[in-house]
Structures are given as C-alpha cells and as structure tokens.
C-alpha cells in the first residue's frame, strides 16, 4: 500500500482526469493543467495524437466510475490501461524508423491451423505437439500503471456527486453513505430543494396565509 500522500496524489489525477469539462476552451484550459501537474504520466508523449487517448481514456475512467459492480469497473479500466499502452505502442513505432515496414510482417489471426498439423503429422509420422508462443505480459509498472491498480483498489469509493450542477462530480467517498462531494454541493442542492418546493407549494402556502 502506498503511503497516503502518494494515495491522495493518484486520487487527484484519477478525478482530474475523469472531471476533465465538455466544452472546448474549458477542455484546453482543464488539459493543460493536467499535462502540468502529472508529467510523469504525459512526458515524452506526442501531444498531437495524445489528445485522442486523453479522451479514450477520460471516457473509460467515467464509464469505470459510473459503473454498477467491480466486474464492470475492472473491465473498464483494465481498457483504460489497454488504451494508454497502445498510445505508447504506436508512438513509438511511428517515431521508430522501420517501425511502420516491420507492422506488416506481423501475423495477425491464427498463429496455427490443425488440419495442417494433422498432415504434417501423418506425413512425419509422428503425434505434433501445439505450440504457441506464451501470451504477452503485463506492461511495465509505469506510474499510469501505478494510478490504475490503486483506482481498482479503491474502486467501491468511487461515487458521482448528486448535486446536479456540481462542476467536479466525479469523487472518491470518504465516508460510506456520502453523496456530495463537498459540503457546498450538498448545501446548493438543499437550497435548490427548499426552492423546488416553495415554487410547487407557493400557492398552497399563500391561500392559507390569508
Ligand atoms: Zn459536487
């Protein structure tokens, strides 16, 4: 477990990251500042093409928030971690000069066909044994590595504030029950409550009044 300083800085970045706005300008402003505050996330990243896994990225951390159970949680991010490994997969190839001719060489599909290795079999005399090459491993332990192992340790915190108009809803739980992420969204949201309910009631109220 790591110590809580370094806790509550993966947890700043996993909702930084997931609250990133929608609208353009607040979007560049809000990016920046991310690429600012974690570079050893985003260092050395191409920032034309980082754009795009920024926002592959953002969307599956949200779906990963939003998210009913742990199965589903895992999965998405587990694809967020798919996702930034391929980023780095394809910036490198492309800023490798045989990068791009030495893709295509790369088999894709069926490593190996059976009826072929029965032929080979009978034509050899001899029972074929199946090989194939052992499955990738895990990438390295980089610090996103790092962020999302503790995000899926941490998943059941993970909540969405209730108040409507929060600016910043996506939020780890300190408490079990909590549903706002601060004090002042749960006070806005009993202020827009009470005045929900005297625009319902007002006339009700006035009559009696008289
Ligand atoms: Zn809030």
Redesign the pocket.
């Known amino acids: 477990m790591p110590p809580d300083f370094l806790a509550r800085q993966m947890e700043r970045l996993l909702t930084h990251w997931a609250n990133l706005p929608e609208t353009l300008s607040r979007l560049r402003d809000a990016k920046r500042s991310l690429l600012h505050h974690y570079p050893e996330i985003f260092d050395g990243l191409d920032p034309e093409t980082t754009d795009d896994m920024i926002l592959h990225v953002q969307n599956l951390l949200r779906a990963a928030w939003e998210s009913p159970d742990a199965r589903s949680r895992d999965w998405f991010i587990f694809k967020a971690r798919l996702n930034y490994k391929k980023h780095l997969e394809i910036q490198r190839a492309s800023s490798s000069p045989i990068g791009n001719d030495l893709r295509q060489f790369i088999p894709k599909g069926a490593l190996f066909n059976l009826e072929q290795l029965q032929i080979w079999g009978k034509l050899l005399e001899t029972e074929p044994y199946i090989w194939m090459a052992p499955p990738e491993k895990p990438p390295a332990q980089t610090q996103f590595e790092q962020v999302m192992s503790h995000f899926q340790g941490i998943g059941n915190k993970a909540a969405h504030?209730k108040?409507s108009e929060?600016p910043?809803?996506y939020f780890f739980r300190k408490r079990n029950n909590q549903q706002?992420?601060?004090q002042k969204?749960a006070a806005a949201a009993q202020r827009e409550a009470k005045r929900r309910w005297w625009h319902e009631n007002k006339n009700r109220v006035r009559r009696k009044s008289k």
Do not use: T, V
Request: proline letters at 11%; aromatic letters at 34%; charged letters at 0%.
């Open positions: 504030c108040y929060c910043w809803p706002y992420c601060h969204c």
